[in-house]
């Protein structure tokens, strides 16, 4: 097969179906965009939970003088119980699953609260005494909270056993649901595409379908006359990920990077992670012209 001849019939096709073949980039690019973005949400996902669970804590909430719980009928909880609690915390049974823990008063209850409230109308309000006194437990296995909380929740003088775990699955079931929409909207816009680059081929080989015709009747394999249509396919969807692989990283250096992490706590992914994805999305965006284009011109194209 002569690749000269080749690439100038790919290179004649682009020209004459330029706009189409700007659409293809364009919805290529988007989709895979997506893609990419995807990809990293599910990596940002999978680096905050090993972040934070391993983190998360086990708040033993004691009575105040104001709690309603049932176990707090007798108000505050003395320092009688407080001591029961903490010779529970340190027992034979609960201290092989925790690993440290402390106790929170109720003025560093309130130094905390007003230090994370500043400036809103609760951190006028808010009094010390109204704050729970809270033991603090980091465990040494965060998933075997159930543990310590079915040895400590009917004790006197505590109002709750709460994992933080539970609040965390809640941020991630909806940063996962924000991940899913993405994918699914990327596999929307993929098949836009995969149509499209298929519409593409089929509209350039009924404008040469003469040249075809020609090219038949002097000897031209189906594979020599089926090539150049699969390129440009391909050349088209190279573009258009490439272009959605620097969206990616763009997105990651500039936003996540240069916006998100001077405001928030959170570990990120970096351009790094961006860099590991580009050479997915230009694999995707390859295989998906060229099968597109391949099975276009295979079905549709009558040599």
């Given at each position: 097969?002569?690749?000269?001849?080749?690439?100038?019939?790919?290179?004649?096709?682009l020209r004459r179906n330029i706009t189409m073949v700007i659409s293809v980039v364009l919805v290529t690019f988007?989709?895979?965009?997506?893609?990419?973005t995807a990809a990293l949400l599910q990596l940002?996902?999978?680096?905050?939970?090993?972040y934070w669970y391993d983190r998360a804590q086990v708040a033993v909430y004691l009575c105040t003088s104001v709690s309603t719980a049932p176990g707090c009928l007798d108000g505050e909880a003395t320092p009688e119980q407080k001591a029961a609690i903490e010779a529970q915390l340190t027992s034979d049974t609960l201290s092989p699953f925790i690993d440290e823990f402390y106790f929170e008063d109720h003025q560093q209850a309130y130094e905390n609260f007003q230090t994370q409230f500043e400036g809103t109308p609760?951190?006028?309000?808010?009094?010390?005494?109204?704050?729970?006194?809270?033991?603090?437990?980091?465990l040494v296995d965060p998933s075997r909270s159930d543990v310590l909380v079915e040895s400590l929740q009917g004790l006197a003088g505590v109002e709750q056993v709460q994992d933080?775990?539970?609040?965390?699955?809640?941020?991630?079931?909806v940063l996962n649901a924000a991940s899913y929409t993405a994918i699914a909207v990327a596999a929307i816009m993929l098949v836009a595409a995969a149509l499209l680059i298929a519409t593409t081929i089929r509209?350039?080989?009924?404008?040469?379908?003469?040249?075809?015709?020609?090219?038949?009747?002097?000897?031209?394999?189906?594979?020599?006359?089926?090539?150049?249509f699969v390129l440009e396919g391909v050349f088209a969807g190279l573009i258009g990920s490439i272009l959605a692989g620097g969206a990616v990283v763009g997105i990651v250096h500039f936003f996540v990077q240069g916006y998100l992490s001077e405001r928030l706590s959170f570990t990120f992914v970096d351009v790094g992670d961006a860099l590991l994805v580009v050479p997915l999305l230009i694999v995707?965006?390859?295989?998906?012209?060229?099968?597109?284009?391949?099975?276009?011109?295979?079905?549709y194209l009558r040599v």
């Open positions: 097969m002569r690749f000269g001849l080749v690439l100038a019939e790919a290179g004649n096709g988007i989709s895979l965009t997506f893609v990419g940002q996902i999978a680096q905050m939970k090993n609760a951190a006028d309000y808010v009094t010390p005494e109204v704050l729970n006194e809270t033991f603090w437990v980091n933080q775990r539970r609040y965390l699955d809640q941020i991630f079931d509209l350039s080989a009924f404008s040469r379908r003469r040249e075809l015709g020609i090219m038949r009747l002097v000897g031209a394999s189906n594979r020599f006359i089926q090539t150049p995707v965006g390859v295989l998906l012209a060229a099968v597109s284009a391949g099975i276009a011109i295979t079905r």
